[in-house]
């Protein structure tokens, strides 16, 4: 990282360390929650949809980054992993869902690092 930060000036180590913790908070305030009121199937689903929109939001930028999809393509990416995700958990994607999703996704992406490597 220190060759790479030399050579394009852009410091990867702190932009990692200081978005993670941002992102997992967003994970963790659903968790939190969740302990709060403990017997509330709801409001694990809450956890799990924020998880997986958090992660998919990662992802789909990785994948962006790697040049295995366009910018464009990065949302409608992202949602397409959340839903397998939530399928597979067998959370069905309710209009509330999809708001939850959107706006952890929207979350993520706003602290998220863009530039792509070379």
Known sequence: MVIYKRI???DVLKNI???RPIINALANAAAAVYKVFPGRK???DV???VNAAVKGAELAEQAWKLGSIEAEERNAYAKKLVADALAEAGINVT???RMIIDGAIEATCMILPHK???
Do not use: C, S
């Open 8 to 10: 394009t000036g852009v």
């Open 17 to 19: 360390v200081l978005v």
């Open 42 to 44: 709801e409001l694990k």
């Open 47 to 49: 956890q799990t949809v």
């Open 95 to 97: 209009d509330q869902v």
């Open 116 to 118: 792509t490597d070379e």
